[in-house]
């Protein structure tokens, strides 16, 4: 699976913007795909998911309520809705694949695909 992520830019704080997540090889609607984020000097962190099986999904407590991931597996695209965005959310994100997992769905160990990164810029 090769992973295009795109969408990413310079907001100011409240302001949305939708990344999207392009697949492309192998059948894309049997992997959970999931988003990551890394700001400058921190470690990459979990920031949302979405199971293949029954579209669940699943937020880190510091995006819930403001991120929403959705699929299209017609596209074979995935997209992460950001909204009142915070200068706290600067970030390259990632988007990952996970045909299943052994452990925490949040621990980038267990995903098997990545994109190269979207960088997400909200001034203050």
């Known amino acids: 699976v090769q992973l295009q992520a795109s969408g990413g830019g310079l907001v100011q704080a409240g302001d949305s913007l939708r990344l999207s997540c392009a697949a492309s090889g192998r059948s894309f609607s049997r992997y959970n795909m999931g988003w990551f984020r890394q700001a400058p000097g921190k470690e990459r962190e979990f920031v949302a998911l979405i199971l293949w099986s029954g579209g669940i999904t699943l937020y880190a407590d510091s995006v819930k309520g403001r991120f929403t991931i959705s699929i299209d597996n017609a596209k074979n695209t995935v997209s992460l809705q950001m909204n009142s965005l915070k200068p706290e959310d600067t970030a390259v994100y990632y988007c990952?694949?996970?045909?299943?997992?052994?452990?925490?769905?949040?621990?980038?160990?267990?995903?098997?695909?990545w994109g190269q990164g979207t960088l997400v810029t909200v001034s203050s």
């Open positions: 990952a694949a996970a045909e299943r997992f052994s452990g925490s769905y949040s621990n980038k160990r267990q995903y098997d695909y």
